[in-house]
């Protein structure tokens, strides 16, 4: 049976070229400095992005941690959306490694109110924590793939600078975001100190995500990067693939999210299904089943018995992904599957 999975874009497998370029890349030790495809690669992210220098991480979640250590001091607090990746999704790994303390902020779609967040900046006090960092979600995962609105990041930025607080952005899926606003990654990026973007979800790479900043922070992520046990040798072999990510597969995220409007419309034409079409930015569908008999549970398992992944999100929606292994033919397939259940 021909499967096609629509769990998440960090299924993709690598392209034909980025296989071709695996077996030539130039290689060296990158815990001397000597691979010189990552520093290809880092050097490639960093002008991408608009900092002064990257650094080439195994995952997201360790990017996102180094990113929270290297800006904050142990017992400082962390301002984060309430449904976010780092708060969510990375056990805990802030609190028992970075040692910081989250003050979670309830967004709406992800979108964090930046009153709340200025009122939540604490003030010198000897009973308080310091405010050590303020973290951004966009795409926001949570909210379906929305994008943050460009406004928003303009005045949290204004309050950062105010309180003198930095900024981090989990940018897991920066360039979706980029992709649906027409823009260059560097727009959105401007307006945090950090950034980790991944590599290997939608760009479609098989391992890797990059965290970007500033010179002295990113010489202080290299060293963090160490300390939790980051450091690759021959990982030119994985960054060699991330350059194609970069320079080649931006270009695909479009073709994904016309994707996933187009599912999303199909889906709306059936009955007992509905998906908010104004919420589908980028590649995420949260598809409503709330009028289906049937929990999200249960028709993630009759799906899979047809040949459709995807993952249930609480018990009334579906979450399903577009991304570069689903075609259009394949998503007229699933429409149709979707027809018979
Ligand atoms: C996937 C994801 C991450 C973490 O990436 P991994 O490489 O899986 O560790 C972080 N933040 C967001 C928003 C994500 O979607």
């Known amino acids: 049976m021909n499967v096609i999975d629509l769990r998440s874009d960090t299924v993709t497998t690598p392209t034909n070229n980025m296989y071709r370029k695996m077996q030539v890349a130039p290689l ?18 960093a ?29 400082d607090e962390i301002i984060l959306e309430r449904n976010s990746h780092i708060f969510l999704y990375e056990a805990a790994g802030a609190s028992r490694l970075a040692g910081v303390q989250p003050l979670t902020i ?7 109110d930046p009153k709340e967040v ?16 303020i973290c951004v979600e966009n795409t926001h995962n949570m909210a379906g793939g929305m994008v943050q609105p460009v406004e928003n990041l303009y005045e949290l930025r204004s309050i950062a600078d105010r309180h003198k607080i930095p900024m981090h952005l989990d940018g897991a899926r920066v360039f979706n975001a980029a992709a649906a606003l027409d823009c260059d990654v560097k727009e959105i990026a401007t307006h945090f100190d950090s950034t980790m973007f991944c ?9 890797g995500s990059m965290l ?13 990067r160490k300390i939790l046990g980051g450091g690759m040798r021959q990982a030119g072999i994985l960054a060699s693939s991330g350059i194609l ?19 999303s419309e199909g889906l709306n034409k059936i009955s007992g299904f509905s998906v908010d079409i104004d919420k589908v930015h980028t590649n995420i569908i949260n598809l409503s089943i709330k009028d289906r008999n049937i929990t999200s549970e249960g028709l993630v398992k009759e799906m899979k018995a047809k040949g459709i ?23 007229c397939y699933a429409l149709k599957i979707f027809e018979t259940i």
């Open 28 to 45: 060296g030790d990158d815990v001397y400095g000597d691979d010189p495809s990552v520093n290809k690669l880092e050097a490639l992210a």
């Open 47 to 75: 002008e991408k992005l608009g900092k002064e220098k990257a650094l080439f991480v195994p995952t997201g979640t360790m990017g996102n941690l180094i990113a929270v250590m290297a800006h904050t001091r142990p017992g």
């Open 106 to 112: 309830k967004g709406i779609d992800g979108v964090m």
């Open 118 to 133: 200025e009122e939540s900046i604490r003030e010198e006090n000897i009973h308080f924590p310091a405010t050590g960092l």
């Open 199 to 207: 590599l290997s979800k939608g760009l479609s790479s098989p391992v």
């Open 212 to 224: 970007v900043g500033a010179k002295d922070f990113i010489d202080r992520a290299r060293k963090l």
């Open 245 to 263: 990510s970069i320079e080649k597969m931006p270009l695909q995220l479009k073709i994904d999210h016309e994707n996933a409007r187009i599912l």
């Open 309 to 331: 992944l995807a993952n249930p999100r609480g018990k009334d929606y579906i979450r399903l992904v577009t991304h570069k292994d689903v075609n259009f033919e394949n998503i």
